[in-house]
């Protein structure tokens, strides 16, 4: 497990910048979270899909520069090593299949915000690997949150508990050794 980085906690936010991964409600999020007075650093990472009627606008992403609240980072390539500099990541998704940013970010030994939604909820073990808000609920993500960035033992003991999980259900051998037994029981005999 990745020790945390100095200085206040990070919150890390890192996929394409569509409404529908939930990118407005972790800007909102933030922006109570900053007008309550916590000391967090928020960042966003990804840029936005404008052949997608659901991104986010040019437009939207430099309001929230100006504001100064969340930090736009733009499009990363290296999401491990972006996970390794932050103390919390999120992703308040309406739907996802497996997403793999929060696979990543168990193997990291960062403890999750995430939804409770398909895919997302089957990506971490709830109260032990992370934490799971109903979908576009700012308040319980705020909650959630506010829960993690407040308590660094609580977040160690969830990140150290996802680095375990991710080794145990998602290390690759083991997910290709499962498929080449889907396989095998397909063909049959």
């Known amino acids: 497990v ?4 100095e200085g206040p906690p990070v919150v890390v936010m890192a996929s394409r910048l569509l409404r529908d991964k939930g990118v407005l409600e972790f800007v909102a999020a933030a922006k109570l979270l900053h007008e309550r007075g916590l000391p967090a650093r928020f960042w966003l990472a990804g840029g936005p899909d404008l052949a997608n009627p659901a991104s986010v606008s040019l437009q939207e992403i430099e309001i929230w520069k100006t504001e100064g609240i969340v930090e736009c980072l733009g499009h990363h390539v290296d999401v491990p090593y972006l996970y390794a500099q932050a103390h919390i990541v999120a992703l308040p998704s309406y739907r996802e299949g497996l997403p793999k ?8 030994g960062r403890p999750v915000v995430t939804t409770d939604v398909p895919g997302c ?3 971490i073990k709830p109260d032990v690997t992370g934490l799971l808000v109903p979908a576009r609920d700012v308040e319980s993500l705020a909650l959630a949150l506010e829960r993690l960035i407040r308590d660094s033992e609580l977040r160690q003991t969830m990140g150290k508990a996802g680095r375990t999980f991710a080794k ?3 290390d690759v051998d083991q997910v290709v050794s499962k498929h080449l037994q889907i396989y095998k029981d397909l063909l049959g005999p």
Request: net charge negative; charged share 30%.
């Open 2 to 5: 990745l020790p945390e980085p």
């Open 101 to 108: 940013s929060l696979i990543e970010a168990a193997a990291c």
């Open 121 to 123: 909820r089957d990506a």
């Open 168 to 170: 145990s259900e998602f």
